[in-house]
């Protein structure tokens, strides 16, 4: 599967901004889809998870409550709504796509997206 990822940008504290990743393939239901970020200098960090259903999700404790991930199967994409933006989650945001369960951890995901760049500041 191929993931592309967009919707960052600049954006003021306290603002909020919606991120899309368009993933190719016909069997994108199939897969649990995450969400991290890379701040500069720093390592790739989980941010939130879906299962392949949608039904369940997984915060990171930094964001629980002001993120919300979300997925529309028959258009192929994955959304994650960000609320009540900080500085500190500036980043450059990744999505990617495992099969079978979700998952916390960088190493078990498979696919993974361009990335797209989301600035908070004054």
């Known amino acids: 599967v191929q993931l592309q990822a967009s919707g960052g940008g600049s954006v003021q504290p306290g603002g909020s901004l919606r991120l899309s990743c368009a993933a190719s393939g016909r069997t994108f239901s199939s897969y649990a889809m995450g969400w991290f970020r890379q701040a500069p200098g720093k390592e790739r960090e989980f941010v939130a998870t879906?299962?392949?259903?949608?039904?369940?999700?997984d915060y990171a404790d930094s964001v629980k409550g002001r993120f919300t991930v979300s997925r529309d199967n028959p258009s192929n994409t994955v959304y994650l709504q960000m609320n009540s933006l900080k500085p500190e989650d500036t980043a450059v945001y990744y999505c990617?796509?495992?099969?079978?369960?979700?998952?916390?951890?960088?190493?078990?995901?498979?696919?993974w997206g361009q990335g797209t760049l989301v600035t908070v500041s004054s």
């Open positions: 879906q299962s392949w259903s949608g039904i369940t999700t």
């Open positions: 990617a796509a495992r099969e079978g369960l979700r998952s916390r951890r960088v190493s078990q995901y498979n696919y």
